[in-house]
C-alpha cells in the first residue's frame, strides 16, 4: 500500500488549546490536502498546499510541508470542541493519473471543553 | 446546490446478493470516486472515472463493478456480496486535472452497508 501515516493515531485536548497532527507519506508529490471528516459523515476538504509550498494558512489552520522529509503538519490553533473529528491528510502522486489522492490513516482529535 | 449525493445510507444485504449504490452529483465535475472506509484503513480507492464513458480501477476493484454513461452519476455495483465488504462506502467528485487546485474532492455523505 502507498498510503501515508498520521500521527498520532488519536489526540485528546481541552478547548483552547492547539493540536498538532503529522503526516508522512512515501512518494513525490504534486500537493498534498488536509480533509475533516466528522462522525458519520463525508470528508470535507480544509486546505491545500503544493509541492512549491513550505506553509499555508487558512483562519485558525496552519498547514507545513518539508518535501525533504516526506512529511507535512496541520496545527489547529484555540482549538474549540466543535472541532472534534477525524484529520486526514491526501496526497496526489508526480506519477497520479486521474486526480487520485492517497489517504492516510487519520488522526481521531477529541477536544473537551 | 445538493454537491454529492449518495442513496441509500444504510443497508443490510445477505451473502450472495446483488446491490448499486448510487451516486450523483450536481458540479459538472468530471472526475468521480469511489472509496471505502474500515476501522484502521483509512480510505481506500475502490474504483474511478475521469468523464462519462471512462473508468479505471483503484486499489481494491474485485468484487465491484462501476459505469459512467453521464457526467452526474457514477453507480457502484456490488456483485456478490460477502461479508468483508462489510464498510461504509464514500463517492466523491472533482473537477480534474491533478497539477492544479481542481483535485479538490467533495464526499457525498457515505453509505453504510452490513453484509451478513
Known amino acids: 500500500s502507498q498510503q501515508g501515516e498520521e500521527d498520532p493515531q488519536a489526540l485528546s485536548i481541552q478547548e483552547g488549546e492547539n493540536a498538532t497532527m503529522n503526516c508522512s507519506y512515501k512518494?513525490?508529490?504534486?500537493?498534498l490536502q488536509w480533509y475533516r471528516q466528522n462522525s458519520g459523515r463525508g470528508l470535507v476538504h480544509l486546505i491545500l498546499?503544493?509541492?512549491?509550498?513550505r506553509e499555508k494558512h487558512s483562519g485558525r489552520l496552519r498547514v507545513t510541508l518539508d518535501t525533504s522529509k516526506k512529511s507535512s503538519s496541520l496545527l489547529i490553533t484555540a482549538s474549540r470542541a466543535a472541532d472534534t473529528a477525524s484529520y486526514f491528510c491526501?496526497?496526489?502522486?508526480?506519477?497520479?493519473?486521474?486526480?487520485?489522492?492517497?489517504f492516510g490513516q487519520g488522526t481521531e482529535l477529541s477536544v473537551k471543553p | 446546490n445538493a454537491g454529492v449525493t449518495q442513496t441509500p445510507k444504510f443497508r443490510i444485504l445477505k451473502i450472495g446478493q446483488s446491490m448499486t449504490l448510487q451516486c450523483a452529483q450536481d458540479?459538472?465535475?468530471?472526475?468521480m470516486y469511489w472509496y471505502r472506509q474500515d476501522p484502521g484503513m483509512g480510505l481506500r480507492l475502490i474504483h474511478y472515472?475521469?468523464?462519462?464513458?471512462?473508468?479505471d480501477q483503484g486499489e481494491v476493484p474485485n468484487g465491484y463493478n462501476v459505469s459512467r454513461s453521464t457526467t452526474e452519476d457514477f453507480p457502484l455495483r456490488l456483485l456478490s456480496a460477502a461479508p468483508s465488504q462489510t464498510s461504509v462506502y464514500f463517492c466523491?467528485?472533482?473537477?480534474?486535472?491533478?497539477?492544479?487546485?481542481?483535485?479538490?474532492?467533495?464526499f457525498g455523505a457515505g453509505t453504510r452497508l452490513s453484509v451478513l
Open positions: 466523491a467528485s472533482s473537477p480534474g486535472r491533478f497539477e492544479s487546485a481542481k483535485n479538490i474532492q467533495y
Open positions: 512518494t513525490s508529490i504534486n500537493n
Open positions: 498546499i503544493r509541492s512549491n509550498e
Open positions: 491526501a496526497t496526489t502522486s508526480v506519477i497520479s493519473q486521474g486526480g487520485k489522492l492517497i
Open positions: 458540479m459538472n465535475h468530471n472526475y
Open positions: 472515472s475521469v468523464g462519462a464513458g471512462i473508468t
